[in-house]
Nanobody, 116 residues
Framework: VQLQASGGGLVQAGGYLRLSCAAS????????MGWFRQAPGKQRVLVAT???????NYADSVKGRFTILRDITKNILYLQMNSLKPEDTAVYYC???????????WGKGTQVTVSS
């Protein structure tokens, strides 16, 4: 599975961005897709995930501000980020998880910078 993320950039606090992640290759057995982020000097953490059945899960820090969407027919994952805060600044990574195989795939990441 190859994952190509895009949509990052520089935005002022209170603004919005939409990230996209296009999946290609052996996508047929992906169970869950999600977004993770890594701020400078910190570990990579979960932002949001969505299952094949449409069940979504969010980090407490982004609930009510971020929305994860998955277009299974086009194999594209989105992250709509509203009311951005400086603490949202990080490199955002797209993830695809295959439960049966126990494998995770990662995209290269896209930088999101929120200025105060």
């Amino acid at each position: 599975v190859q994952l190509q993320a895009s949509g990052g950039g520089l935005v002022q606090a209170g603004g919005y961005l939409r990230l996209s992640c296009a999946a290609s290759g052996s996508v047929f057995s992906i169970n869950t897709m999600g977004w993770f982020r890594q701020a400078p000097g910190k570990q990579r953490v979960l932002v949001a995930t969505v299952s094949n059945g449409g069940y979504s899960n969010y980090a407490d820090s982004v609930k009510g501000r971020f929305t994860i969407l998955r277009d299974i027919t086009k194999n594209i994952l989105y992250l709509q980020m509203n009311s951005l805060k400086p603490e949202d600044t990080a490199v955002y990574y797209c993830n695809a998880h295959k439960t049966f195989a126990g494998v995770d795939y990662w995209g290269k990441g896209t930088q999101v910078t929120v200025s105060s």
